[in-house]
């Protein structure tokens, strides 16, 4: 099978080896949850319960009448000890339902989510509610809720369901681990997602790093006349929306556009497998998958999580920091967040935690920019990365847009392969901010 791709990206170190073999253990039950409220791109939500209340496994805590938006469901069994402002690993303050486990034996799912084995007497509207319902979002670490993506328009059509089985960001092996131990349940996701947005094929593109992953989903798919498995080459960002898309069917995404109008949906395979779950065991997302990884943790691992855990229990339950542990990422190294302290809650989005020893986390001052124009021939989005910074230290809104900063998606290609070590992606974050807030002004 050849590997398909898109033009430019990179090639960083991909250290997968550390976890891919790893299978998924679950994570012991947290004593303590602290579960933050807004765990999704869209509105806030309204809370549920209050300091006192006692919630089961399942219960719903935090909804809202918004269309973008996804509940929150309590991860464990207990009390409600508090809400509180927590950090989340993002870096932004929010608020969270702290609630104490009860005694573990008590712990039965509650849900309002009927079981269903089989797709037949669901009808697409049935499926989104479901996903609305279940409180799913993009695992891949967007945290987009689901069902806005299978709200399909009436003068769109789609063609394609694309499942991102890439895992393009190095290190992580969640969606690796869940592919090879869990594919059924993606493909029965798949075909709820594509029976949810009336789609005639299924595409699972699955990176040339994988093989166990690729021969398992093509078992999983051998039977499935609409359902195929693609190569992908191994390369940064080839996860990406736009590049997955360009690479398996050489459609390019309008600029401002939507996969939907090149008539494509995309979903991860993590997601997929989660609206199985949802569909057939009425399960919200209340756990979701994690790589614990890096030469900085004692023993690196692949574990399942209840949503709201802190990070320094997982880290504890992969042996804990070795001693010359000098920085911890929540995602991966090419877009995860620094962590400043580990009491703070592993979300839906959580896909990493990556911990580097000293010699691995460069202390450098930039160099001035030498106009080399690397940065220039890797974006995978066509954009002039050495440009945009200028105006956006510079505060030049109106140029920023007229160079389509709004496009960037942030994968830090431009920053990797700087020799000047300009950190690039830290003023196209902060250009994109001058551009976002222009743009609510005027509306
Ligand atoms: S400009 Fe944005 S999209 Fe282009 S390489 Fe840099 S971070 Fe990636
Ligand atoms: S890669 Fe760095 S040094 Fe080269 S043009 Fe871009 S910003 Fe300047």
Redesign the pocket.
């Known amino acids: 099978m050849k590997a398909l791709t898109f033009k430019q990206g990179i090639h960083p170190s991909y250290n997968k080896e550390l976890t891919k073999d790893k299978p998924l253990k679950n994570a012991k039950r947290p004593e303590e949850v602290l579960i933050p409220i807004k765990q999704h791109i869209g509105a806030p939500l309204d809370l549920l319960v209050k300091k006192g209340d006692q919630v089961d496994l399942g219960q719903k805590i935090a909804d809202s009448e918004s269309f973008v938006c996804a509940p929150i469901h309590a991860s464990v069994s207990g009390k409600v000890k508090e809400i509180r402002k927590v950090t989340d690993p993002g870096g932004n303050t929010v608020d969270a339902v702290v609630i104490e486990a009860s005694a573990e034996e008590d712990e039965k799912l509650v849900s309002n989510l009927e079981k269903h084995q089989n797709l037949d007497n669901l009808s697409p509207d049935d499926i989104r509610k479901i996903v609305r319902e279940a409180g799913i979002v993009g695992l891949g670490g967007a945290m987009f809720p689901s069902h806005v993506k299978l709200a399909v328009p009436e003068d769109k059509n789609v063609e394609y369901v694309i499942l991102n089985g890439a895992e393009c960001e190095p290190y992580l092996t969640v969606d690796h681990r869940v592919m090879v131990e869990r594919p059924n349940a993606i493909v029965f996701g798949l075909k709820a997602l594509m029976k949810a947005v009336n789609a005639e094929k299924g595409l699972i593109g699955i990176e040339d790093n994988k093989m166990e992953a690729v021969e398992s989903m093509q078992d999983a798919v051998a039977d499935e006349t609409n359902i195929e498995v693609k190569l992908v080459e191994t390369k940064y960002p080839q996860g990406g929306e736009k590049m997955l898309i360009e690479a398996l069917l050489e459609r390019e995404v309008p600029v401002g556009g939507l996969p939907l109008d090149i008539e494509v949906v995309v979903n991860n395979t993590s997601t997929a497998a989660a609206v199985a779950d949802a569909i057939r065991e009425g399960k919200p997302l209340i756990e979701r998958s994690i790589s614990i990884t890096g030469r900085g943790i004692e023993s690196p691992c692949n574990l399942i999580f209840r949503i709201g855990t802190k990070l320094a229990d997982l880290v504890e339950q992969a042996g804990g920091l070795k001693e010359n542990a000098a920085k911890v990422i929540a995602g991966g190294p090419m877009m995860g967040a620094a962590q400043k302290n580990l009491d703070v809650p592993a979300v839906k989005g959580t896909s990493g935690l990556l911990v580097m020893l000293a010699d691995e986390v460069e202390d450098f001052d930039p160099?001035?920019?030498?106009?080399?124009?690397?940065?220039?021939d890797h974006c995978p989005m066509y954009l002039m990365?050495?440009t945009l910074?200028k105006y956006a230290k510079n505060n030049m809104v109106e140029k920023l847009e007229e160079y389509q900063i709004l496009n960037c998606i942030e994968c830090g290609s431009?920053s990797y392969?700087?020799?000047?070590k300009?950190p690039?992606v830290h003023y196209l974050r902060l250009g994109k901010s001058q551009a976002m807030a222009k743009r609510r002004e005027e509306k």
Request: charged share 10%.
């Open positions: 160099d001035p920019c030498i106009n080399c124009a690397k940065c220039v990365p050495t910074i431009c392969v700087c020799p000047s300009i690039l």
